[in-house]
């Protein structure tokens, strides 16, 4: 009797066990667990990317128009989102892998109220986020973009929602040649504008936190 038992208390946590790795097996991959991939058209131009805004915020640089006499290059907040498996890989080894896309996304400065473009909140007088105004994104191919150290820079406009569906890509002279010029030794990417990237000392390993 006893040994009986024991086979169908066996038999129960087997079955238990092989039902829990099935379930596990047949769950659906979460998206932000695969790597996102560019995706060009037959013209070469870039499909704007979807689900960003899941990926790590590394930062939002500023430089305001009424602090640069009106005409500031970009005088958006630039909410900069790169995929975790690439900001991590980054941290580790100084440069980012092929196939990372950074999105950069635009938002205007919130409804100024004084001529250096700030305004006053219950927090204090600043600069707040106002409506999305745009998207610039970079994409790492090395092949692809061989004559611009690696990366090709696509613009989908400085402008209100909604933005075209994809970008050519733009030329030398519009952004490629500032970051050849400035940060080609950090892989062409302005980390001194974004503590994530830039402060190691504030990562366990290569996991962020």
Known sequence: ?????LAIIGGVSLVAALSLIIGISARPIAAQDKPFTAQFDSDGKLKRPTGYRAWVFVGAPLTP????????????YHHVYIERRNVEAFRKTGSFPEGTVIVK????????SFP???RTE?????????EYNGMDVTVKDSKRFAKTNGWGFFNFGHH???LPESSTEASVSECAG????????TDMTWIQFYPLLRDKKHVSGSQLQ
Do not use: Q
């Not at 128009?65 to 958006?76: I, T, Y």
């Not at 996304?105 to 100024?112: A, I, K, S």
């Not at 219950?122 to 106002?130: C, E, L």
């Not at 500032?178 to 030794?185: E, G, L, M, P, Q």
């Open 122 to 130: 219950p927090s204090g007088r600043g600069y707040f986020n106002g």
């Open 105 to 112: 996304e635009l938002t205007r400065v919130l409804n100024p």
């Open 178 to 185: 500032c970051h050849i010029a400035n940060v080609a030794k």
């Open 160 to 162: 209100a929602w909604p």
């Open 1 to 5: 009797m006893k040994k009986y038992l």
């Open 116 to 118: 250096d473009g700030s």
């Open 65 to 76: 128009n009424g602090l640069n006499n009106g005409k500031a290059n970009f005088p958006e």
